[in-house]
Nanobody
Framework: QVQLVESGGGSVQAGGSLTLSCAASGYTYRSSMAWFRQTPGKERVEVARWPGIGQIGGTWYADSVKGRFTISKDSGPNILYLRMNSLTPDDTAMYYC?????????????WGQGTQVTVSS
């Protein structure tokens, strides 16, 4: 069983930066992992993806965050990060970490509880 715990959200002014962390317990080395975000009344949207071992392709970013957000993973402590730079009010959302079952790339069965990011103008 995989458990995901996000942290690092908060309030920041436009142009600022935040780094989100997702601590994963359980086996995730062959899992793809991702960051999603959601605003009230809207669907959850994937913004960045980290490939699982054996998965073809590298990291992926939504166009809305490309060049500003960087996803990374520290396999030692099994933590997924999302570095967010040049934040705008449009980045305000609840951010969720997700993981797939081993080898079931890009199909996410495990979710964290979310961490709120609020960007003020």
């Amino acid at each position: 069983q995989v458990q995901l715990v996000e942290s690092g959200g908060g309030s920041v002014q436009a142009g600022g930066s935040l780094t989100l962390s997702c601590a994963a317990s359980g086996y995730t080395y062959r899992s793809s992992m991702a960051w999603f975000r959601q605003t009230p009344g809207k669907e959850r949207v994937e913004v960045a993806r980290w490939p699982g071992i054996g998965q073809i392709g590298g990291t992926w970013y939504a166009d809305s965050v490309k060049g500003r957000f960087t996803i990374s993973k520290d396999s030692g402590p099994n933590i997924l990060y999302l570095r967010m730079n040049s934040l705008t009010p449009d980045d305000t959302a609840m951010y969720y970490c997700a993981a797939s079952r081993p080898g079931a790339y890009n199909s996410y069965d495990y979710w964290g509880q979310g961490t709120q990011v609020t960007v003020s103008s």
